[in-house]
């Protein structure tokens, strides 16, 4: 009898494929620039290493991006979605303009900003000693950015309720698992005190020495500690694991969570090799968001601005 895994396998392979996906291939630049995946590692990893750090921003710009309008680069334009509330703390813009540029002069106008993103997050997280994965490839770059609404309804805010949440990652084509996996990201990464002050003043399921240490340098009213961050992990905060998990079983996150007694978060926080292999799936997932491909949109010269 056939076992549930290899159902499981047997859908997805005669499952068609979705049209989004399709057309992204992890051999995209085999041909036309060879040595575009390597130039991107080494020069993740030279950032990394300058500021471990970067490796969390860049996987946040990667999310950021792909949530709003696609895998698209659209986040990357300057002026525009770079502004809106959720947008601003971003960072790690001048790292991909910088890859950008070793790309460029290797192969002139071929590898896209939306995919340099997306293997900039795979190998920043492969960095901070994370999983790996395979990069679909083939995305192309937008002409246009979204719009202040599009962004804010596309980006969940920390308050969300579980149900608002499932509802918007499932219209992505995200289950709760996926969330579940992709929330694990913030084993990485700091956060500005506005951000988690109503965790740590109003919440209820928040270890309370935890709490008092993280407001002695958070205070309680708003428009102040606007500079004030603390790491999303407080246990290896530049490492990426699944003390993320652990740390919300013991009501040490850093930020206001809907799903921390889930039953998904008790089993990564036990099971390390189910998180990472849960967190590279979704990541795949999320990198197929409504990319553009074919003759849609465009291969930016510079990630930050239109041709
Ligand atoms: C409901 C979904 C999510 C919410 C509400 C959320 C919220 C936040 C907030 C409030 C911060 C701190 C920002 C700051 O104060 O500077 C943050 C940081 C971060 N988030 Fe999320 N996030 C979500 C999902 C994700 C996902 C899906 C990923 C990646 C796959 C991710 C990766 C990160 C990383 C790596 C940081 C640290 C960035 C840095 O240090 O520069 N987040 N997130």
Redesign the pocket.
Known sequence: MASASSCLSLLLVVAPASSASAQLSSTFYDTSCPRALATIRSAVNAAVAQEA?MG??L??L??HDCFVQGCDASVLLAGSERTVAPNL????YEVIDKIKAQVEAICKQTVSCADILAVAARDSVVALGGPSWTVLLGRRDSTTAADMNTVLNS????S?SLAQ?IREYGNLGLNPTDMAA??G??T?????C??YRAHTYNDANIDPTFARSLRANCPMANNTGGDV?AP?DTTTPARFDNAYYRNLLSRKGL?HSSFSTDNTVRSFASNPSAFSSAFAAA?VK?GNISPKTGSQGQIRLTCSKVN
């Open positions: 750090r969390a921003s996987l946040r990667h999310f703390s971003l960072r790690g980006l969940p805010p920390p969300s949440l992709l929330s990201a913030h990485i990464g700091l956060a500005h506005p951000n961050t999303l930020l990541m999320m």
